[in-house]
């Protein structure tokens, strides 16, 4: 984070954190601007295009069922290709639509994104909307 911080300082820096624990543990050791939010990344919306995403999906979780059909109908198709309806690949798609055009979406990715049948619809829309390495 501090190598960031240098490069596009603290008021460029965006970001939500579900976990309460580590939005707390960030609170207690960072400069806050107010673009830093506790909250479900899925129900966070801002009209912001970043040229620059760094995460780490999650791996396992769960929706907000009050939010869900919702989440499938924006992330669950795209240029057709099915996208499985998990926190992962929805995290991975929403990112995607935050960049602006250009943008790098950096992330800490599970070997299962490319090994596994479930993923091939993300898979396929990431090799032909970007560049991967």
Not at 104 to 117: G, M, R
């Amino acid at each position: 984070m501090d190598i960031i911080s240098e490069k596009v300082g603290w008021d460029n820096l965006y970001g939500c954190e579900l976990d309460s624990e580590l939005f707390n543990c960030f609170l207690s050791s960072h400069v806050i601007t107010e673009n830093v939010h506790h909250c479900d990344f899925f129900k966070y919306e801002t009209d912001v295009q970043f040229d620059l995403i760094c995460g780490n999906p999650p791996f396992g979780g769960t929706f907000d069922k009050t939010i869900e059909d919702k989440l499938d109908k924006l992330y669950g198709f795209r240029d057709g290709y099915k996208i499985k309806k998990e926190t992962y690949a929805f995290f991975i798609m929403k990112s995607i639509d935050m960049l602006k055009d250009g943008g790098k979406l950096v992330f800490i990715c599970s070997d299962t994104l490319i090994s596994i049948s479930t993923m091939k619809g993300l898979r396929n829309y990431l090799m032909t909307t970007g560049s991967v390495k």
